[in-house]
């Protein structure tokens, strides 16, 4: 299948839309105020690998939202273990995000729901994986810090 032929998620290819990441400098210190109306993807990495892959497509907050529930103390963020890896970790992991568009057109929300699975396939990040299979993966993290 030729780039021409490949699939149009939103406006885009996936190979496109993956070339859209942008760092997030300060995400563990300073709430995204830029972020607070936009929709989108983000990315944690830790040492160059990417190990968690979600969507922010909520009102009243969307990306900036999701981000800063990892950041603060409260449990939004971290109900479940790589929320709580994330958190514990904040201080030593990169943030990218991929904005999609704005939370006011309920097109762009579809269309980060629908990038999320493709993506998380496409770069195999270590704590998007079933429940079971966290707790192991979390520890092998921990061994390479």
Request: aromatic share 8%; hydrophobic share 35%; with cysteine.
């Amino acid at each position: 299948m030729t780039t021409k032929d490949a699939p149009l998620y939103g406006d885009m290819t996936l190979p496109e839309w993956d070339r859209k990441w942008e760092p997030v400098p300060n995400w563990q210190k300073d709430y995204q105020d830029d972020l607070k109306y936009r929709v989108g993807l983000y990315r944690f990495i830790q040492n160059g690998r990417i190990i968690l892959i979600g969507v922010g497509t909520a009102e009243h907050g969307a990306l900036a939202k999701r981000l800063s529930d990892y950041r603060r103390p409260s449990p939004s963020g971290r109900r479940c273990r790589s929320g709580q890896y994330i958190y514990e970790n904040r201080h030593r992991l990169k943030v990218e995000v991929m904005v999609v568009g704005d939370i006011n057109d309920e097109q762009f929300a579809i269309t980060a729901r629908t990038l999320k699975p493709l993506m998380i396939e496409r770069h195999k990040p270590a704590l998007n994986v079933p429940a079971n299979v966290v707790t192991h993966r979390i520890q092998h993290l921990s061994i390479g810090a």
